[in-house]
């Protein structure tokens, strides 16, 4: 989150670009295979027809009292005037000579046997053309005579067809290219979406959740979300073994502590000399301190664990916030501090009473601890739209221009802390206990501008 | 002496003058519009003054243009283009095959035009040979020599009425010569095409010694006149023209079918003014496609739709099928089995 990873592209851009490189090969070997099959279908088509009409003319060709004679059917001209527009020529020789058609049409270079056809394309009077050559052997006066035949049509009809098929070929192609596109584009989203679905989840966790990735992941992330979950547990068993080891320390130091504390309070009443009472006292101080910050880290450890399984109940804000002022106004009154509940009556919200009153007692401790002698401290409980307030407002001076985020962080002090005990986790408890049950916890200065006002404010359920 | 003389050679030198001296046979040369203006310049088989309100109502579209009128047979005209005299911007022929061929072997242009989308399919070829006209190859027959018989509808009537009574129409029959006339040719080896009984038409008609014509004129004024009963394959349109002998002759056009002629126009390639003779075209199209109907335009027009529900009208089609009647050997073969046919003595 703080440092930017570096990144080596994008899967997902990676996998449009090729799956959108591959359709546009693909669309262009569709475009010219599909021309070059329609361009051999139709020039298939064209001589098919041009040798049915020198078929047709060379059944026409007949020995007649010794002489060649030949009687071209209507039909074998007019059906290539069928097919297109196209200019029509025709030649029919024998031994060399033409015997009728148009003299100069050009001649095929292909050696063609009796009974058999080839096929050129050649140019005539300035215009390409596509010819046809037959060839049949007569006997005449009993000598062979071979009987060449040759039809020919240009071929604008095939071009123009030629044409519309290029465009309907190309048309094929960018159909095909732009539904690959979308499909590409579409499949690379798809693949995506699994890791990105992992990425959210995981964001969406709050700060303490450890638990492992449960949710069904493709096979090919198996590894990664194992190696995840793996690292999580590790990390779980790291933290809560730091988090015992921690509460047990506070636990042990705090008992021989309370008896250290006892034994010098004894002591301080047998001893006369002031220097000596004096060190005693700041003994005491010391024990007191050192006794406070274990009760909170403890309270902290508890806290802690309590989060992260909460157990929820129906919980009067105001009833609970009363009690807690009630038992601490005693402790208020030794240093003659005002402290005036101000509640009117709240809907319940759903929490851990325990948590909660947990966080508002270090809340109230600190008021009452950084408060001078025979100031006041106001709390009040409202409802607030949908959330409901708890606000601790005094007259100690409050915390300069440093902001809640930094206030509370595990053991930093306000800088009006010196010469007060304290460990610095009051408002870190209190914050996580808020957010914990879905709340905040807002420092800002007093009305007055005398002190700090301390709000925890809880959502309705 | 001396007048007569001198006013005969003047004539002689205008109208050397007026027709210059062409490798082919004119048979009328005439000027329309201006001396100076851009002049068209065309080469027809159609009788001027048949297509001479045509012409006008072009001029008068058409401010500035003079059109030179040049009048020739269909094989005149073949022979002028051919040898490429670069003289005409424009061909109109009633040689459908002929047309055809000159469009094939590549010596016209083609065009495109509103007009051009507006005549049927079959009445134009690669956009380079265009119909204007549509031309029946009719019977005309005298009324008086039929007196007492039943009018012949189709063949086959004509065919049993001239079996019935051959002393009557011996030597008073007539058609094209086809040896000599393109357009006789043309319909003859369509309607060998079309059916066997024209043969069967032929050999009877030999039988009753069929007289043999120049042309469709000389056909009408025959039978007119009465020397002849029958005319076999005339022009319907030009016995429909001549309005004066309307009474002394009757027009059949034949129920089992009927060729029609087209007569077409092409642009030459040597055409000095090819846009104006697309234009001249153009103006020829919509008189004989285009609604309304033009008074100017000299030919019967044949409701499009009417051609395709009366089965009898059968445009002959432009298209290489026609070259294949130009062919040489076939056409040998064929005027042989013809005079055979019908010279049988």
């Known amino acids: 989150m703080s440092d930017a990873l570096q990144t080596s592209g994008s899967l997902r851009r990676r996998l449009t670009l090729q799956l959108v490189g591959s359709a546009a090969f693909l669309a262009m070997l569709l475009f010219f295979?599909?021309?070059?099959?329609?361009?051999?279908?139709?020039?298939?088509t064209h001589d098919s027809i041009l040798l049915a009409s020198a078929t047709s003319i060379m059944d026409s060709v007949s020995v007649q009292a010794d002489e060649v004679t030949v009687d071209i059917p209507y039909a074998a001209l007019s059906m290539l005037g069928n097919v297109s527009d196209d200019r029509v020529f025709y030649r029919i020789a024998m031994r060399g000579q033409v015997l009728t058609g148009y003299q100069d049409l050009p001649s095929t270079s292909q050696s063609v046997r009796s009974g058999h056809s080839a096929f050129d394309t050649l140019v005539y009077k300035g215009d390409s053309i596509r010819m046809v050559t037959s060839s049949r052997r007569l006997s005449l006066n009993g000598a062979p005579a071979d009987i060449i035949i040759s039809v020919a049509q240009t071929r604008e009809g095939q071009a123009t067809q030629l044409a519309q098929l290029a465009r309907s070929a190309l048309q094929l192609g960018l159909g095909f290219f732009l539904v690959a596109t979308v499909l590409a584009f579409w499949t690379a989203q798809s693949s995506i979406r699994p890791l990105k679905q992992l990425t959210e989840a995981m964001s969406r966790r709050g700060p303490k959740d450890l638990r492992p990735v449960r949710r069904p992941v493709p096979s090919e992330m198996v590894p990664l979300v194992q190696s995840l979950n793996q690292f999580i547990a590790r990390l779980r068993v790291s933290l809560s073994r730091s988090e015992d080891f921690i509460a047990e320390a506070a636990h042990r130091v705090r008992t021989p502590l309370a008896t250290v504390r006892a034994q010098a309070e004894i002591t301080l009443l047998r001893v006369d000399k002031p220097e000596n009472r004096a060190s005693l006292r700041e003994m005491i101080r010391a024990i007191d301190?050192?006794?406070?910050?274990?009760?909170?880290?403890?309270?902290?450890?508890?806290?802690?664990?309590?989060t992260d399984s909460l157990e929820r109940e129906a919980i009067d804000l105001g009833d609970l916030t009363r009690e807690l002022v009630d038992r601490l106004h005693p402790i208020a009154e030794l240093k003659d501090i005002a402290l005036t509940f101000d509640g009117s009556p709240l809907p319940e919200i759903s929490g851990d009473q325990i948590l909660i009153q947990n966080a508002v007692r270090n809340i109230l401790d600190n008021a009452i601890k950084y408060s001078p002698y025979e100031s006041a401290i106001q709390v009040s409980t409202r409802q607030v739209s949908h959330t409901v307030l708890i606000q601790v407002e005094d007259e100690a001076g409050g915390f300069a221009d440093m902001d809640t985020d930094a206030l509370t962080q595990r053991f930093i002090r306000g800088k009006n802390a010196a010469g007060t005990i304290g460990s610095g986790l009051g408002l870190t408890i209190a914050r996580e206990v808020v957010e914990a049950h879905g709340g905040a916890l807002i420092i800002e200065t007093s009305g007055s501008g005398a002190g700090a006002c301390v709000s925890l404010s809880f959502p309705l359920a | 002496m001396r007048i007569p003389f001198?006013?005969?050679?003047?004539?002689?030198?205008?109208?050397?003058?007026?027709?210059?001296?062409?490798?082919?046979?004119?048979?009328?040369?005439?000027?329309?519009?201006?001396?100076?203006?851009?002049?068209?310049?065309?080469?027809?088989?159609?009788?001027?003054?048949?297509?001479?309100?045509?012409?006008?109502?072009?001029?008068?579209?058409?401010?500035?243009?003079?059109?030179?009128?040049?009048?020739?047979?269909?094989?005149?005209?073949?022979?002028?283009?051919?040898?490429?005299?670069?003289?005409?911007?424009?061909?109109?022929?009633?040689?459908?095959?002929?047309?055809?061929?000159?469009?094939?072997?590549?010596?016209?242009?083609?065009?495109?035009?509103?007009?051009?989308?507006?005549?049927?399919?079959w009445a134009s070829w690669r956009n380079h040979v265009f119909a204007f006209s549509q031309e029946p190859a009719s019977i005309v027959i005298s009324p008086?020599?039929?007196?007492?018989?039943?009018?012949?509808?189709?063949?086959?009537?004509?065919?049993?009425?001239?079996?019935?009574?051959?002393?009557?129409?011996?030597?008073?029959?007539?058609?094209?010569?086809?040896?000599?006339?393109?357009?006789?040719?043309?319909?003859a080896t369509q309607d060998a095409r079309t059916s066997e009984s024209y043969w069967r038409l032929m050999e009877i008609m030999g039988g009753l010694k069929i007289k043999l014509y120049c042309c469709s004129g000389d056909m009408i004024e025959s039978v007119a006149r009465g020397d002849i009963a029958v005319a076999y394959n005339v022009l319907g349109s030009y016995a429909r023209a001549r309005k004066d002998l309307a009474t002394r002759i009757e027009i059949i056009e034949p129920e089992d079918y009927t060729n029609m002629m087209l007569r077409t126009a092409v642009i030459l390639q040597t055409a000095e003014h090819p846009k104006l003779a697309g234009a001249f075209i153009d103006h020829l199209l919509r008189a004989a496609w285009d609604s309304p109907e033009l008074p100017e335009y000299p030919f019967h027009r044949y409701p499009i739709a009417e051609l395709a529900q009366n089965a009898p009208f059968r445009p002959i089609h432009l298209g290489p099928g026609l070259l294949?009647?130009?062919?040489?050997?076939k056409r040998k073969r064929f005027l042989a089995e013809w005079h055979s046919t019908v010279q049988q003595n």
């Open chain 1, 33 to 44: 295979v599909v021309l070059a099959f329609a361009r051999d279908v139709a020039q298939q």
């Open chain 1, 289 to 306: 301190e050192s006794s406070r910050a274990a009760g909170q880290l403890l309270d902290h450890a508890m806290v802690t664990f309590r």
């Open chain 2, 6 to 121: 001198i006013s005969l050679s003047l004539i002689a030198a205008l109208v050397a003058l007026a027709v210059p001296t062409w490798a082919f046979e004119v048979e009328e040369h005439r000027r329309f519009g201006a001396e100076d203006a851009r002049t068209l310049r065309i080469l027809s088989t159609t009788d001027t003054e048949l297509l001479a309100p045509m012409i006008d109502s072009f001029l008068e579209l058409h401010p500035g243009v003079a059109i030179d009128y040049t009048s020739a047979t269909s094989a005149e005209v073949m022979k002028a283009i051919m040898a490429e005299e670069h003289q005409f911007d424009l061909a109109l022929s009633s040689a459908m095959d002929l047309q055809i061929k000159l469009a094939n072997d590549g010596y016209t242009r083609t065009h495109h035009s509103d007009a051009v989308d507006l005549i049927p399919l």
């Open chain 2, 144 to 187: 008086a020599a039929f007196a007492g018989l039943e009018i012949p509808r189709s063949r086959q009537q004509l065919i049993s009425l001239l079996r019935k009574h051959p002393d009557r129409f011996r030597g008073r029959i007539g058609t094209y010569d086809v040896a000599t006339s393109g357009l006789g040719y043309l319909f």
């Open chain 2, 324 to 329: 294949v009647f130009l062919d040489h050997l």
